[in-house]
């Protein structure tokens, strides 16, 4: 039995570069894969999943494993894709999806970070790392961010056993929708001592919101002149990101997910999250999709 084709499901981006990097990676994933792949947008940005999805259905595939490409478990990967491929379903008899999860926390997303900060700058005891999230409305996905700071400094910075990269401390922040604001981040850590902070934006692809952090770290460090500010790359299209992706697409086609649920809202009443318990998931409406203007969109904006 041929194996199913890897769709790989991006967010999207008004930001052209950011766009243009999600498609190298895309072709990056098709020259290693040994078997069909598309890549398409659930909003902002073409390619629309709706055309990533009739590429691989035109070539008689019916039954699609597809990969969120995105780094936590937040809204996007928990309701919206899975959202959107429902309704590519409605549209395409027969069609039929594996699912897999999320991208992080993963040591290989580690060592990528680890790589991007040594590019930025040589690690010293007076360094900081503040490890800039994308932020989210979602408090599990917030506490995942806070979990590959904390696993970046244990193993690598002065709380690992071999003292690793020698750093400080590592912290994280957010660009938006949740504190503490990259501003913030900065501060704790040069109240901390640090005389100087790499930030390190937990990001897969160029866009709006890495471009935001960048401008927030310039424009603290210009306040603040006794404090060096070096900004690290994102993540960006990679042999170590493919390495990951396709491990994700082998679990999904094994059905070995291992999916977090105990601190999801969709599925435990947490303090002040309670009414999202059971709530219903929808696809966003992406510009170039037919669906564009019709049916409910969602209430909240985004940057990307």
Not at 73 to 79: F, M, T
Not at 261 to 277: Q, S
Request: include cysteine; aromatic fraction near 4%.
């Amino acid at each position: 039995m041929t194996a199913p084709p890897l769709l790989l499901v991006g967010h999207g981006t008004r930001d052209r570069a950011g766009a243009a990097e999600f498609g190298r990676f895309v072709e990056r994933m098709r020259a290693r894969m040994p078997v069909d792949v598309a890549g398409g947008f659930i909003e902002l940005s073409p390619p629309p999943l709706t055309e990533a999805v009739a590429e691989l259905y035109g070539r008689g595939h019916r039954r699609i494993a597809a990969v969120p490409i995105v780094l936590v478990a937040a809204g996007h990967g928990k309701g919206d894709i899975p959202g959107a491929m429902a309704r590519e379903q409605i549209r395409r008899p027969g069609l039929s999806y594996l699912y897999g999860r999320p991208l992080g926390p993963h040591p290989a997303l580690l060592s990528l970070l680890e790589e991007r900060l040594r590019a930025a700058a040589a690690p010293a005891e007076d360094t900081a790392v503040l490890l800039v999230g994308r932020g989210s409305t979602d408090p599990d996905a917030n506490a995942e961010v806070h979990k590959v700071a904390r696993l970046l400094w244990e193993g690598r910075g002065a709380g690992g056993p071999d003292q690793g990269l020698g750093l400080m401390t590592v912290e994280a922040a957010f660009v938006s929708l949740a504190r503490p604001g990259v501003p913030e981040g900065l501060e704790r850590c040069r109240r901390l001592g640090a005389r100087r902070v790499v930030v390190l934006p937990y990001f897969l692809f160029p866009g709006v919101l890495p471009d935001r952090v960048v401008a927030q770290a310039r424009a603290y460090a210009a306040g603040h002149p006794g404090l060096e500010v070096r900004c690290a790359q994102v993540i960006g299209d990679c042999d170590g990101l493919a390495d990951l992706v396709a491990e994700r697409y082998a679990e999904a086609l094994a059905g070995d997910i291992r999916m977090n649920c105990d601190t999801c809202v969709y599925r435990v009443a947490m303090p002040g999250f309670e009414d999202r318990v059971g709530a219903p998931q929808t696809p966003h409406h992406h510009p170039d999709d037919p669906a564009h203007g019709h049916g409910h969109a969602h209430g909240h904006g985004h940057g990307r």
